[in-house]
């Protein structure tokens, strides 16, 4: 976790005119609100510090420190960097846009560049922005090395997204085996129910094949049956022939004259 998250600079004796002309009237306005902001936001009255810098904004509008002052003071009205509820994306957007803005003054103003680079890394590194801190805080040390809390976190950064790749890449792993798995699971569901099939269509057939055999044995029992029954009538036929002859001799016997 990173220290001093929403690390507040006091810049209040720092002016610039950005190339414009003002009133020293206007310049010792724009200090007086500067001041009244940083003085709530040490008493943590950010909602009222941000007001004070959005006035000083209104004396001076090409202000740097007012707007980079405004964006930390709009962070730590933030409990949670990623809630996502209307007033704190709204506060973050505004953060956003006016820190960025003073990250561009690299050139006119390396300090307060270096500073807002280095707190817009820290808005990303809390929503697990990984990448884009990693810019921002190269970004910060490039407008200046010796920024010890940059190139700290940057590191960290740097960690954080090797852990998240890694664990993305153990997730699709997961993912593919699981995968995988199912569709094992799913082959042997349909070879199962092939072979389940095939036993049934086995077991058919085996029944099939018994009801022929009864069948032919019923069919053969009935041609024994047949083929005795015939030749039990050609025995009584032949006993009927013998007996009609005998009978026949013995008629003629009695009727003949010697």
């Known amino acids: 976790?990173?220290?001093?998250?929403?690390?507040?600079?006091?810049?209040?004796?720092?002016?610039?005119?950005?190339?414009?002309?003002?009133?020293?009237?206007?310049?010792?306005?724009?200090?007086?609100?500067?001041?009244?902001?940083?003085?709530?936001?040490?008493?943590?009255k950010y909602s009222e510090a941000a007001k004070k810098y959005e006035e000083a904004l209104g004396v001076n509008s090409l202000s740097a420190v007012s707007r980079y002052n405004l964006g930390l003071a709009q962070i730590k009205q933030v409990t949670n960097p990623q809630d996502t509820t209307?007033?704190?994306?709204?506060?973050?957007?505004?953060?956003?846009?006016?820190?960025?803005?003073?990250a561009s003054l690299a050139k006119d103003k390396p300090g307060l560049a270096s500073k807002a680079n280095y707190n817009l890394g820290n808005l990303e590194f809390n929503t697990k922005e990984y990448k884009n801190a990693i810019n921002y805080y190269k970004q910060a040390l490039r407008i200046n090395p010796d920024d010890e809390s940059a190139r700290k976190n940057l590191?960290?950064?740097?960690?954080?997204?090797?852990?998240?790749?890694?664990?993305?890449?153990?997730?699709?792993?997961?993912?593919?085996?699981?995968?995988?798995?199912?569709?094992?699971?799913?082959?042997?569901?349909?070879?199962?129910?092939?072979?389940?099939?095939?036993?049934?269509?086995?077991?058919?057939?085996?029944?099939?094949?018994?009801?022929?055999d009864n069948n032919i044995s019923q069919q053969t029992a009935n041609q024994i049956l047949q083929a005795m029954d015939n030749k039990e009538s050609q025995t009584r036929a032949r006993v009927n022939r013998a007996n009609k002859g005998e009978k026949s001799s013995n008629g003629g016997s009695s009727r003949k004259k010697w």
Do not use: H, W
Request: hydrophobic content about 25%; overall charge positive.
């Open 1 to 44: 976790m990173i220290r001093n998250f929403y690390r507040f600079v006091i810049l209040c004796l720092i002016f610039v005119s950005a190339g414009v002309s003002v009133s020293a009237q206007s310049v010792r306005e724009e200090r007086k609100l500067i001041s009244e902001g940083n003085k709530l936001f040490t008493e943590r």
């Open 155 to 212: 590191r960290i950064a740097q960690k954080q997204l090797q852990n998240q790749d890694e664990n993305k890449d153990n997730n699709q792993d997961q993912n593919k085996d699981q995968q995988d798995q199912n569709n094992q699971d799913k082959q042997d569901q349909n070879q199962d129910k092939q072979d389940q099939n095939k036993d049934q269509q086995q077991n058919k057939d085996n029944k099939q094949e018994q009801n022929k």
């Open 86 to 102: 209307p007033k704190s994306k709204s506060l973050l957007a505004g953060a956003r846009q006016n820190l960025s803005s003073v």
